[in-house]
């Protein structure tokens, strides 16, 4: 349970840094209001309230479960980006909220969130996302600091 605990918090940690435009004051308001004490039913809830953010934290969360036995080995799994640029019949549909072109990218925003993220402990680094100013921005300061 702690592992699905662990994916849903990360798939929304990097949804939000996948966000173009900082969080609506309405929803800004909303994250603010939790901390690291936070709940996944609360974390469920947040995602409902930006529709942007919900298709982010749906395409990661389908790309965690789907590598989470590659993760779980210790492997460093990358997509093979060339076959999914000719594969035109992927189901999956654009998101057009992430600056971030494909997911091609995520495994190295995942090893960000785990080598930066972890050891502090992810409720720690939610907790900062969600009272900061600007939840989309703090979770870039830290997490993509050292890719770009």
């Known amino acids: 349970m702690k592992d699905t605990q662990n ?6 940690i990097v949804a939000v840094l996948q966000q173009t435009e900082p969080l609506p004051a309405a929803v800004q308001l909303e994250f ?8 996944v039913n609360d974390i469920l809830t947040l995602n409902k309230l ?3 953010l919900l298709a982010a934290y749906e395409n990661n969360r389908v790309w965690l479960k789907n590598h989470s036995n590659e993760r779980s080995k210790g492997s460093d799994v990358l997509p093979d980006s060339e076959f999914e640029k000719e594969n035109t019949t992927n189901p999956e ?16 925003i995942i ?13 720690k680094f939610l907790g900062k996302i969600l009272q ?5 921005q703090a979770s870039r300061d830290t997490i993509l600091g050292n890719i770009l």
């Open 111 to 123: 090893n960000q969130i785990d080598t930066k993220v972890q050891p502090r402990g992810l409720r």
């Open 93 to 108: 549909s654009d998101n057009a909220a992430s600056d971030i072109s494909d997911l091609t990218d995520l495994p190295k």
């Open 132 to 136: 900061a100013r600007d939840s989309v």
């Open 7 to 12: 994916d849903i918090f990360t798939a929304f």
């Open 50 to 52: 930006h529709s942007p």
């Open 32 to 39: 603010n209001k939790l901390d690291e004490n936070c709940t």
